[in-house]
């Protein structure tokens, strides 16, 4: 009798229930154990990554693939019929070659690669789409996720669509914005008095505690952070199969800059790019900059911090993938750079005015870190740049709506028209 109650609450994996994954390998020490739901190493409490036994993949079976990020489906740890289950189809977001903010910027060969027009507005929902597949091959039945804004309106839509019970944990002083994207598709949403980190730790407890829950940056992290490659992925396709010169990434976890990195490796592995060097630049916050400081001191360890920022998706103060964004930064030669929030809505509005594109503050950030880094001579004005807007500017209004307005109210007649100066 009770070997059967065993059997059901622990159900077992279906046949190719993580596509080409093998098993959860310790980015410390390397060991490995199967896949479940497990995120630190049982040896060293390292933190734990997706491994592979990738087939031969083609371009142009890539190619046929669907616009979204399954098309990349064979590099993921998801099911071959993904597909079939409901979920939000994010990716395969723009990139734009951005003619104008290179010219403003000085520099020659510049895209953007736009990821404010996934389902949610940011590039969240990739993430959380790998992160459901887990939940849903694992059996979890609550999907949930503590969250600085972005990731939660993520899930939360996810959540809703795959009609999983879901529930977000967020700060309580979040921009109003992504409170309202969020409690418009669950009515589980938690606002914790604390910052960022109190939450995450407040959601390891819960995971710790509940059976069946599936926090999505917690304990189906090594699932949810191969999302991330998504980009990297379509940033290569997108510009003909090949590698740009230099990326800039915002850094809050780090998740997203270490997976980016991990893609182009795969895509040198499998032959679907030529090797090449690139440099990886990571963007901060003055305010949120704990990597960015030590990458400027030199150190081995981040010290972590209390965020201060109107960046707030990108407050982390204690990064979990902090010493290997500093790793890769420094190992591409790129850098890891931070800028004030007064730059940060300068960033805003440098890209709107050039681009058309209306990024939130972490894209305020990156490009503002990017400006930074030429006019420091730490990026190189003559090659090839990506710079990844991750956001969306409707989310973070007050960060400008002080800086913008109509330029003149005027009666509806020409002639108080013409007296504007505007004709
Ligand atoms: C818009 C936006 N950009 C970037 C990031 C940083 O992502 P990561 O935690 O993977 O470094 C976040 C994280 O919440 C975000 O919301
Ligand atoms: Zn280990």
Redesign the pocket.
């Known amino acids: 009798m009770s070997a059967v109650v065993e059997e059901t609450t622990k159900p077992g994996l279906r046949e190719g229930a993580f596509g080409n994954a093998t098993g959860l390998a310790c980015r410390e020490c390397g060991h490995e154990i199967e896949l479940g739901p497990f995120y630190a190493c049982p040896e060293c409490f390292g933190p734990l990554e997706i491994a592979y036994d990738f087939p031969v993949v083609t371009r142009e079976q890539i190619e046929a693939g669907p616009a979204n990020i399954w098309r990349y489906k064979a590099l993921l740890p998801v099911p071959s019929d993904i597909e079939e289950s409901p979920n939000m189809e994010p990716g395969f977001t723009r990139l734009l070659r951005a003619h104008n903010l290179g010219k403003q910027l000085g520099i020659d060969n510049l895209w953007v690669k736009d990821?404010s027009t996934n389902p949610t507005n940011?590039?969240?929902d990739r993430?959380v789409a790998c992160a459901l597949s887990a939940a849903r091959e694992l059996g979890s039945t609550v999907f949930a996720c503590p969250?600085?804004?972005?990731?939660a309106n993520a899930v939360a839509a996810a959540g809703a669509r795959a009609g999983i019970k879901t529930v977000v944990f967020i700060p309580a002083n979040l921009e109003h914005p992504k409170v309202v994207n969020s409690a418009v598709y669950t009515e589980q949403l938690v606002a914790v008095n604390g910052n960022y980190d109190d939450v995450n730790r407040l959601a390891s407890e819960i995971a710790g505690e509940e059976d069946g829950w599936a926090f999505v940056?917690v304990n189906v992290r090594p699932y949810y952070?191969e999302g991330?490659k998504t980009l990297g992925f379509e940033i290569a396709e997108q510009l003909g199969w090949r590698l740009p010169d230099q990326i800039v990434?915002?850094?809050?976890?780090?998740?997203?800059?270490t997976?980016v990195n991990k893609a182009f490796q795969e895509l040198i592995k499998l032959g679907l790019v030529e090797d090449k060097p690139y440099k990886v630049y990571g963007a901060q916050a003055t305010g949120c900059s704990p990597v960015s400081v030590a990458f400027k001191s030199g150190a081995q360890i981040v010290k972590p911090v209390k965020p201060d920022t109107i960046a707030k998706?990108?407050a982390?103060g204690n990064?979990?993938?902090a010493v290997y964004?500093l790793d890769i930064c420094r190992r591409s030669n790129g850098a890891v750079e931070d800028i004030t929030d007064e730059e940060v809505r300068e960033g805003i509005l440098l890209l709107a005015r050039t681009e058309g594109i209306f990024t939130?503050t972490?894209?305020g950030t990156?490009v503002g870190v990017l400006k930074k880094l030429v006019e420091t001579g730490q990026l190189d004005p003559t090659l090839e740049t990506v710079v990844i807007n991750?956001?969306m500017g409707l989310k973070t209004l007050d960060a400008v709506s002080d800086r913008v307005a109509a330029a003149a109210t005027i009666d509806p007649s020409y002639d108080a028209f013409v007296a504007t100066g505007l004709a």
């Not at 969250?147 to 990731?151: A, V």
């Not at 990434?249 to 800059?257: E, T």
């Open positions: 990821d940011s590039f969240k993430v969250s600085t804004g972005n990731l940056n952070a991330s990434i915002p850094v809050a976890s780090g998740s997203q800059l997976k998706s990108l982390i990064p979990a993938d964004v939130e972490a894209g990156t991750t956001g």
